[in-house]
């Protein structure tokens, strides 16, 4: 069974920055693609971020393109989420999650069904 533990949320104001660390237990074939998700009260849990663990190519959903980056220390069986100028409507619990690739690479749409394992998730507050 693969394990999925996130560190580093917290409490921010708006234009901050956090790095959230997501430690995996083993790599599979269903480890292929990880990924952040967020879930803010009320809302949707949505992919924000995601990486294909052979080749490195990146995925960012549009509201924090340019603001956050994924990335990844083999060495450390860690993912990463650096997030930079932090908004209040980044507010959210953030979860690290891991699907299985498709033909060489990630699905683009990060839909939440297709994830096989979740961590426990990391809330993130930024106030304003």
């Known amino acids: 069974q693969v394990q999925l533990v996130e560190s580093g949320g917290g409490s921010v104001q708006a234009g901050g920055s956090l790095r959230l660390s997501c430690v995996v237990s083993?790599?599979?074939?269903?480890?292929?693609?990880m990924g952040w998700f967020r879930q803010a009260p009320g809302k949707e849990r949505e992919g924000v971020a995601g990486?294909?663990?052979?080749?490195?190519?990146?995925y960012y959903v549009d509201s924090v393109k340019g603001r956050f980056t994924i990335s990844q220390d083999n060495a450390k069986n860690t993912l990463y989420l650096q997030m930079r100028s932090l908004k209040p409507e980044d507010t959210a619990m953030y979860f690290c999650?891991?699907?299985?690739?498709?033909?060489?690479?990630?699905?683009?749409?990060?839909?939440?069904?297709?994830?096989?394992?979740w961590g426990q998730g990391t809330q993130v507050t930024v106030s304003s």
């Open positions: 083993k790599y599979t074939d269903r480890t292929a693609c």
């Open positions: 990486i294909y663990r052979a080749g490195g190519t990146t």
């Open positions: 999650a891991a699907q299985s690739g498709y033909g060489g690479s990630c699905r683009s749409d990060w839909r939440v069904d297709l994830v096989n394992y």
